[in-house]
């Protein structure tokens, strides 16, 4: 009776606890609701195979932006759903019992530190690799969440392991489409895999990132250093496990489950080149979001993971190839846009060894909290600059210095002034040492080194950059705008506003003038025909 006793009481102190912490998170309702779809009524524990089912995908077709592929995905993601059981879950042979199921999901879900989340996120990679018999050079010291993690990762392991997180976002933001939910879009994640790369190994590596298969990279990559790597330039990427968890717990439903765990659940894989001619890929657009905490993130993940599915960017606010180039036609279409903007230039460089006859394209950008202004000193309260290819990386803002944005259209109000402001768009530095700068017909940019600038962290913003100014040409300029509807309506108030203005201005009232002799047009047309003759004048 005794040990009876004890072993109830230490069971329900138990249960106690997990369920306790779960409901700090919101959780505790959710999944008692899942817990009684998943479970059997007669053992009141989840099946291994429901559970299994659980988080398997079964995508029909599966289509790759980027120009290699590893073969091993489909294999690896055939084994995922089981990985994500045994490591979280950790069944037993009849099952998954109630307490097991809530400390499973705090395993996965809970609140932790940042290098506790992506030490469970390598551990869930570690044991899919295992099942589906992939190599790999990692060792866990124990089953600790924050266990020490020993070894490396080849650029395919990075590869793979963001492949993972990116199809389990887009399983969660496309489920309630069925066209993207049977189709399984791989994104090109080269320049994220490079950033890895470039920031895990040794300078002198001898590493050319402008022409190399980064699937072919035979470089190590010490666990240690991608960790850091993680948290200052991917510190969302252990949500796209967490999120996945929580959205197929919530909305799973046995019946309507089509997965079969004894066969492939992916179709074959196919290659094609990226459907959109935008700068702001999928794959960019996600690397993006995956450095940001904040409202910005969900307005990036749109031009991600479309949910309608038809590749439509409601975003996009400006593009130099479509509406022009040069500040006027940008301005005419930012104008009054006051919410947070994301700007990308294209450009191209020569390359002094080699006479300038070989052009290096790249691509940088700049995140600020609110729109454009016209004026001739610098503005802002923070933002982002983007080396975003061939090599992603992300300087965020420094808090020592406050010129973020510069953005001079013309002279306001002044006929004439003694120092002329330059005139363009820029990021960082000081006047006239600006660390982007944008010429006035968005032809040229200057991209200068970090020292000139204290607003923005240190970092080259193309690989190779040097000391010296460096002047490109660009090849495009895109601005998306990511402050949802509300700041789109605004900005539709403020120009039908102008229009008005415009139109109010340009009326001539007739009424004003007695008649033909006396009209402005009639001494204009005297003035041209002859303008000589002498005008006579009634006293």
Not at 55 to 80: G, H, Q, R, W
Not at 260 to 277: D, H, M, R
Not at 400 to 428: C, M, Q, W
Request: one cysteine or more.
């Amino acid at each position: 009776m005794g040990a009876s006793s004890s072993t109830s009481q230490k069971v329900s102190t138990e249960q106690r606890e997990v369920e306790t912490l779960a409901a700090s998170t919101g959780a505790l309702p959710m999944l008692q609701q899942a817990f009684s779809r998943l479970a059997d009524p007669q053992s009141n524990v989840v099946p291994l195979k429901s559970l299994q089912q659980c988080f398997c995908f079964a995508y029909e077709n599966l289509i790759s932006e980027a120009p290699k592929m590893p073969d091993t995905f489909l294999v690896f993601l055939d084994n995922l759903s089981s990985s994500i059981v045994e490591v979280f879950f950790m069944p037993q042979k009849g099952g998954v019992s109630w307490v097991e199921f809530v400390r499973g999901y705090i395993k996965c879900c809970g609140r932790m530190s940042a290098s506790m989340s992506l030490n469970a996120l390598l551990k869930m990679y570690a044991a899919t690799v295992t099942k589906a018999g992939l190599p790999l050079k990692l060792d866990f010291e124990s089953d600790e969440a924050d266990c020490k993690i020993n070894g490396s990762l080849l650029a395919s392991d990075v590869h793979m392991l963001l492949w993972m997180c990116w199809t389990m976002s887009w399983d969660v933001r496309t489920s309630r489409s069925s066209k993207a939910k049977a189709n399984l879009c791989l994104p090109d994640i080269s320049h994220l895999v490079l950033s890895a790369v470039t920031s895990c190994t040794e300078v002198g590596s001898g590493l050319n990132v402008w022409y190399c298969d980064v699937l072919g990279l035979e470089v190590q990559l010490p666990v240690g250093k991608f960790l850091t790597w993680a948290i200052k330039t991917a510190q969302c990427l252990p949500d796209c496990l967490t999120q996945f968890v929580h959205a197929r717990l919530q909305n799973f439903r046995a019946a309507e489950n089509e997965c079969a765990s004894s066969s492939s659940s992916v179709g074959e894989l196919s290659s094609t080149k990226t459907c959109n001619s935008f700068l702001l890929t999928r794959g960019r657009a996600w690397a993006i979001s995956l450095t940001l905490r904040s409202t910005i993130s969900e307005e990036i993940s749109q031009v991600c993971f479309p949910s309608t599915g038809d590749g439509t960017h409601d975003n996009l606010l400006y593009q130099s190839s479509l509406h022009g180039r040069g500040l006027n036609r940008f301005w005419s279409n930012i104008e009054g846009y006051k919410g947070p903007l994301l700007m990308l230039i294209s450009a191209s460089s020569g390359d002094a060894n080699e006479s300038g006859t070989n052009l290096r394209k790249w691509i940088v950008g700049a995140l600020m909290q609110s729109g454009f202004q016209n004026g001739d000193l610098f503005y802002g309260s923070s933002g982002c600059l983007y080396a975003i290819s061939p090599v992603f990386h992300v300087l965020s803002s420094t808090g020592k210095d406050k010129n973020f944005v510069y953005s001079h259209l013309h002279a306001t109000g002044k006929i004439y002034e003694p120092k002329r402001k330059p005139v363009g768009i820029a990021f960082g530095g000081t006047m006239g040492n600006e660390r982007i700068f944008v010429d006035e017909d968005f032809s040229r940019v200057t991209i200068r080194h970090h020292a000139i600038d204290k607003t923005y962290q240190p970092g080259s913003l193309f690989p190779d950059q040097g000391f010296l100014p460096v002047e490109a040409l660009i090849s495009e300029v895109e601005v998306w705008g990511f402050g949802g509807k509300g700041a789109k309506d605004v900005q539709h108030s403020y120009k039908k506003r102008e229009e008005l203005f415009t139109e109010q201005r340009r009326r001539v009232d007739l009424k004003t003038f007695a008649s033909w002799e006396d009209s402005p047009e009639k001494m204009m047309m005297d003035m041209i025909s002859d303008p000589n003759a002498v005008q006579r004048e009634d006293r």
